[in-house]
């Protein structure tokens, strides 16, 4: 069964830069091995949001390519053990 998501947030009609730091927010807040899945990020947010999160605070748990016709996907995260806040 696959593992259910924590918190589930969609981006669709969002500016890219806007995305990107709810995103940040919202990881920032979450417990050690919550999910979150990231519903309706374009091709540049997806690329972007793998920039901007250190690559030891999450592990990926699904990625999908393009969600439809319009290019959103899917990404789903967990936040792991190796998390920094982003703050310090």
């Known amino acids: 069964m696959p593992?259910?998501?924590?918190?589930?947030?969609?981006?669709?009609?969002?500016?890219?830069?806007?995305?990107l730091l709810k995103i940040t927010q919202i990881f920032d807040g979450m417990g050690t091995s919550e999910i979150l899945e990231i519903n309706g990020a374009d091709?540049?947010?997806?690329?972007?949001?793998?920039?901007?999160?250190?690559?030891?605070?999450?592990?990926?748990?699904?990625?999908?390519e393009e969600e439809n016709e319009d290019g959103f996907c899917q990404v789903v995260i967990q936040k792991t053990a190796g998390a920094v806040l982003m703050d310090q």
């Not at 998501?5 to 890219?16: A, G, M, T, Y």
């Open 43 to 64: 091709a540049e947010t997806k690329q972007d949001l793998f920039k901007i999160l250190p690559a030891a605070s999450y592990r990926i748990i699904g990625s999908g």
């Open 3 to 19: 593992e259910q998501s924590h918190i589930v947030i969609d981006l669709r009609n969002f500016v890219s830069w806007f995305s």
